[in-house]
């Protein structure tokens, strides 16, 4: 399993998940701001085997997604900076040991 920071222009009103928490392997997201179109940019800490899980993993909660502005491979413990708080649910996946 490796870790990916990604992000993506989500092209709807409301862009929250479809279910709160998302699946399993988003281990964490944030709305990051907004495009041109004032689309919302949102970034996820995702647990995938390889780019292509990840951004299936995304598209599991925000189906719309399809505007990658990128997907990065990170260490296994990587957590975003400041501009990202953790909380909630996802202050409990970050917690949890990764697997793999």
Known sequence: MKRFWLSWVQ????????????????????????????HATLCAVV????????????????PEATSWRFCDAVARDYQPGDRFPVSGWSKERFAAQPHG
């Open 11 to 38: 092209p709807t009103e409301d862009y929250r998940p479809l279910k709160d928490p998302p699946n399993e392997a988003i281990i964490g997201w944030w709305c990051s701001g907004s495009d041109s179109d004032d």
């Open 47 to 62: 647990d995938a085997k390889n780019e292509s899980a990840a951004k299936k993993s995304v598209q599991m909660d925000w």
